[in-house]
């Protein structure tokens, strides 16, 4: 009866939590597209800290081309008025606004809103709604698998973690976004919490591999910049709930995310053929590209980018990558527990935090220009460290329901 009444207890507050943030989140969308008007592009987005704001303009523009023409007319690819990317065939795509790179997801979510929503300003503040509400259903739902596999039995354990992913900026203002980053933090939210729960539920393998490969073609789909990170996510999940030979079962559904990403990018690879009608040219293009975003140009090295990497999360998180692993870490080394949980914790944060940083050592030209936003995607160290630091002070103070309790 005790264990019931914490579960109700729970599920109110958390259900409060999310309630009173979609309100406000909704108030802060009006009020900025109340008060900056005429510093936004079309009604927004409407301030550089709420979202992308050059790659927001693309994407309406490209959602309202597809609205007007069609999808046929560019193979379903975006076009980007007025945008030069650099390729190695730009003399082939000089002429062709198509964009060619980054795959078309937020244009298809955007022109899918449109149809509901309409395009204007009013219109654009609704269609911001939708992939916040995503977002916060998928923390909650989140947290309240964490609380129940990592063994808390308190009842505020899972509005903790809820409100503390709401409170920082790398969540709560970047899912307001209509480009891809909302969507991206949903797909990493998603892929850690189908870890998490794969252990409770043996039975339904095929459904658990499934939602992997779905989980990891959408998020290739709606932004590259994810893709390392969403790969590693149920093998963090999978490490954190434990269980019997939780590696395994992790590493199994990261490689299906893994056949995921790259399906979506096949399929993109094969869009991009049909447009211009040949497959080399596509290559070219795609790998090409890559090799030009992974090249050192100007800025810093690699290493002083990955501490400014470091530096930069702590806007969006209010710690910075490395210290969040270094007290991740800490926390994990003061654990009493002997049940090898503070093996996985260590090795949950080290791989959360390697593929965070895998993408600016690898893209770094990409990622010395798209410095704003690149940290967004230390998502699933913050919560791992979260996660982590609830579970020291769970097993201090005698309030989980399985492993040390305070003495």
């Known amino acids: 009866m005790r264990n019931r ?30 008060r ?23 994407t309406f523009g490209a959602a309202r081309i597809f609205r007007e ?4 007319r560019t193979s379903g690819l975006p076009c980007y008025q007025g945008f030069n990317s650099e390729t190695p065939i730009h003399a082939v795509l000089a002429s062709d606004c198509v964009y060619t790179h980054f795959l078309p997801g937020p244009e298809y979510a955007v022109l899918a809103l449109m149809s509901v929503f309409g395009e204007s300003d009013e219109a654009l503040m609704k269609m911001r709604i939708v992939p916040l509400t995503i977002v916060l259903g998928l923390a909650a739902l989140l947290v309240l698998v964490a609380a129940a596999r990592m063994g808390f039995s308190w009842p505020l354990a899972a509005p903790l973690v809820l409100a503390g992913l709401v409170a920082v900026p790398g969540l709560r203002f970047w899912s307001l976004s209509l480009y891809g980053h909302s969507y991206s933090n949903a797909c ?3 892929a850690l919490t189908l870890g998490l729960a794969a252990g409770a539920l043996p039975t339904r393998r095929g459904l658990l591999l499934a939602a992997a490969f779905v989980i990891g073609a959408l998020s290739n789909l709606f932004l590259l910049e994810g893709a390392f990170v969403v790969f590693v996510a149920p093998l963090v999940g ?30 993109h690879l094969l869009q991009v053929a049909h447009h211009l009608q040949s497959l080399p040219l596509a290559l070219e293009d795609q790998l090409g590209t890559a090799l030009l975003r992974a090249e050192s140009r100007g800025g810093p090295g690699r290493l002083a980018l990955l501490l400014e990497v470091s530096e930069e999360t702590a806007l969006f998180y209010g710690l910075g990558a490395l210290p969040m692993l270094l007290t991740g870490l800490l926390a994990c080394w003061l654990s009493r527990a002997t049940d090898g ?10 791989l959360a ?11 770094k030209h990409h990622s010395v220009l798209h410095l704003y936003r690149v940290p967004r995607v230390f998502l699933l160290l913050f919560v791992v460290w979260l996660l982590v630091w609830l579970s020291l002070l769970a097993e201090r103070y005698g309030v989980s329901s399985r492993g040390v309790t305070a003495s």
Not at 239 to 263: C, D, M, N, Q, Y
């Open 188 to 190: 990493i939210l998603a």
């Open 238 to 267: 999978a490490l954190l709930a434990g269980g019997a030979k939780p590696f395994r079962l992790g590493a199994r559904l990261s490689v299906v995310v893994g056949l995921g990403l790259l399906f979506a990018f096949v399929v």
């Open 353 to 363: 935090a390697g593929a965070a940083l895998m993408f600016p050592l690898l893209l």
């Open 69 to 72: 023409v069609g999808l046929s």
């Open 5 to 34: 009444i914490s579960i109700l207890l729970t599920c109110a507050t958390l259900a409060g939590v999310v309630y009173l943030c979609l309100a406000w989140g909704q108030g802060v969308i009006a009020g900025e597209l109340r």
């Open 36 to 58: 900056m008007t005429d510093e936004s592009w079309a009604g927004g987005p409407v301030s550089a800290t709420l979202v992308d704001a050059a790659s927001e303009e693309l």
């Open 341 to 350: 949980r503070r093996g996985r914790y260590a090795v949950a944060l080290l």
